[in-house]
T-cell receptor
Framework: AQSVTQPDIHITVSEGASLELRCNYS??????LFWYVQSPGQGLQLLLK??????LVQGIKGFEAEFKRSQSSFNLRKPSVHWSDAAEYFC???????????FGTGTSLTVIP | GAVVSQHPSWVICKSGTSVKIECRSL??????MFWYRQFPKQSLMLMAT?????????EQGVEKDKFLINHASLTLSTLTVTSAHPEDSSFYIC????????????FGPGTRLLVL
């Protein structure tokens, strides 16, 4: 069965520090990969996505993610975190256009001054 | 970019009443829409897949008579929580795949339901 794992339930970083959020998926084929951010009480905002091509993708708000097929991973990174980045981050995978997404359990990010 | 709206954004109701939530794709047509449910501090769980003109497909454990889904047009899907109870209180999010092939689906802003 397909699954998406975000091993870190909660991460705390200092403002200005670098950030890496982990995401692993389990499936035979290469999926479509996404990272979303959700602020409290809000909907989902797409940060970036990967379908094919360059395995390092750039997104909004200074985020990037790298697809590593050998590790079945799609980790999200940001070189310098801002206080406004505090939110819940979800990794999601899909396997065909028009089909459902599978979401990871989310990683809650706290940014301290 | 493609926009999906949900109405209402907040709803508070008494136990036993029914609540309808609308999901609209504002600038594109969608043959497939999804309904998700999210409990506090948890991930999104797919409830059902809604296809225009046909019956929705429900995930295991989701009561189809409890959560009625209607996908009447290519831009509108509705979720009706019938005889709502406090345990139905949750954040409901819809999403839509554009008809013209695109690489992602678009999510609505969510509807928070509180059943008293």
């Amino acid at each position: 069965a397909q699954s998406v794992t975000q091993p870190d339930i909660h991460i705390t970083v200092s403002e200005g520090a670098s950030l890496e959020l982990r995401c692993n998926y389990s499936y035979g084929a290469t999926p479509y990969l996404f990272w979303y951010v959700q602020s409290p009480g809000q909907g989902l905002q797409l940060l970036l996505k990967y379908f094919s091509g360059d395995t390092l993708v750039q997104g909004i708000k200074g985020f990037e993610a790298e697809f590593k097929r050998s590790q079945s991973s799609f980790n999200l990174r940001k070189p310098s975190v801002h206080w406004s980045d505090a939110a819940e981050y979800f990794c999601a995978v899909g396997w065909n256009t028009g089909n459902q997404f599978y979401f990871g359990t989310g990683t809650s990010l706290t940014v301290i001054p | 970019g493609a926009v999906v709206s949900q109405h209402p954004s907040w709803v508070i109701c008494k136990s036993g009443t029914s609540v309808k939530i609308e999901c609209r794709s504002l600038d594109f047509q969608a043959t497939t829409m999804f309904w998700y449910r999210q409990f506090p501090k948890q991930s999104l769980m797919l409830m059902a897949t809604s296809n225009e003109g046909s019956k929705a497909t429900y995930e295991q454990g989701v009561e189809k008579d409890k959560f009625l889904i209607n996908h009447a047009s290519l831009t509108l899907s509705t979720l009706t929580v019938t005889s709502a109870h406090p345990e139905d209180s949750s954040f409901y999010i819809c999403s839509a795949w554009p008809m013209q092939p695109q690489e992602t689906q678009y999510f609505g802003p969510g509807t928070r339901l509180l059943v008293l």
